[in-house]
């Protein structure tokens, strides 16, 4: 979905500051959809917060995995 999409261009995302200095990051992402998930503005930013939240937990689940 959008989501993915848009991870997958963060995820791979490399800005070269200088020659040998390049900056990548990684970004946690949280959708909503009305009406789908919610009927009011402040719902549907809470429930975006708790994916943002959710994703990090797994990224950083993840990123724990490939460390070890």
């Given amino acids: 979905g959008l989501k993915s999409i848009i991870q997958d261009k963060l995820d791979n995302l490399v800005i070269r500051l200088h020659p040998g200095v ?39 689940a993840t990123l724990n995995l490939r460390i070890h």
Avoid at 23 to 47: K, M, Q, T, W, Y
Wanted: no cysteine; net charge negative; aromatic share 8%.
């Fill in 22 to 60: 390049d900056l990548s990051f990684r970004a946690s992402i949280g959708i909503s959809l009305f009406p789908d998930d919610a009927l009011e503005v402040g719902n549907l930013i809470a429930i975006a917060e708790w994916h943002v939240l959710e994703d990090r937990e797994i990224r950083q």
